[in-house]
């Protein structure tokens, strides 16, 4: 029965990495910006969370969106004043800034909050659900539960409204797009200011399971490429199956080569994934 406990355990982390990765492949795939502050966002997420916790003790699941919203706000800023003026140029100049932004991002939480590691810890603690000998946190069920919730929100905002029409007229020709109407700069503004906020909430989410730090920023955008690179670019399932099969993958490769070998296989699949199969497994021009 081990294999099912670790398999349940993966699932339960895949809906939360699918959310840490979705803004990140909403903004990469559709803005054709490879966002590096993404991971520090995600800790910023975690540290408001844990503060309004702290202080207030709103629960992370419901301060979520709340922290998300903070993120998104500092996304459109910093798009609007830093990224604007170079889009459409090659992207490695939109990589070096958003690395120039995220190191600015991480020395100020390090130097606000510094590098210790902090975890909200739940009171009363949630407690297990118990499936004959399968166990399962609550506090991760909610946390998945949430994230994909979120996700799911976002995908219809970009299937179904004005908004995510525009976001991916912009994306297919920016040029045919403006001369339809839309404000070419306010929907890349907004754009990568809904990519900030799934950002932030996953973070928020992040910190009632894990212990956050600006250190581990990193490794939070580390999962977000691969969970991008296996799910496929462009494609909001793709994101859900992604997160899942990392989810999965890391839970059985922890079992097998030891958890501090988590990351080091996600990269290997990254690896291997750019070679076999680059577009991944539901990936599709646009954004689906």
């Given amino acids: 029965m081990l294999w099912i406990q670790v398999l349940v355990n993966g699932l339960a982390l895949g809906g939360l990495y699918a959310c840490i990765a979705a803004g990140f492949s909403l903004v990469w795939g559709v803005l054709n910006i490879i966002n590096i502050l993404h991971g520090s966002l995600i ?5 408001l969370a844990f503060f ?19 993120t998104f706000a500092l996304g459109y800023a910093l798009q609007r004043v830093a990224i604007n003026p170079v889009m459409g140029r090659p992207v490695l100049i939109t990589l070096v800034l958003t690395f ?4 600015v991002l991480d020395n100020a939480m390090l130097a606000a909050f510094k590098a210790d590691y902090r975890k909200i810890n739940l009171q009363p603690p949630p407690g297990v659900l118990e499936f004959g000998s399968i166990i399962l946190p609550v506090d991760r069920v909610y946390a998945a539960g ?8 976002l995908w219809l905002v970009l299937r179904f409204t004005q908004l995510g029409r525009a976001i991916i007229a912009v994306r297919m020709d920016r040029d045919a797009a403006a001369l339809m109407g839309i404000n070419v700069r306010a929907t890349y503004a907004l754009a990568f200011a809904l990519g900030t906020f799934m950002a932030g909430s996953a973070g928020a989410l992040l910190a009632a399971i894990l212990p956050v730090s600006p250190v581990s920023s990193g490794g939070y955008l580390g999962k977000a490429f691969v969970i991008c690179v296996l799910g496929g670019l462009g494609s909001m399932p793709g994101v859900v199956v992604g997160g899942f099969a990392l989810g999965v993958i890391e839970s059985f490769g922890a079992l097998a080569l030891g958890p501090e070998n988590a990351l080091t296989i996600s990269f290997l699949l990254l690896i291997v994934l750019l070679i076999v199969r680059p577009t991944g497994l539901l990936g599709r021009r646009g954004f689906n």
Wanted: no cysteine.
């Fill in 43 to 47: 800790v910023l997420g975690g540290y």
């Fill in 52 to 70: 309004a916790y702290h202080y207030w003790g709103v629960s992370p699941f419901l301060f979520a969106p709340v922290a998300g919203l903070v």
């Fill in 100 to 103: 120039g932004l995220n190191l």
């Fill in 146 to 153: 949430v994230g994909l919730l979120l996700v799911g929100a």
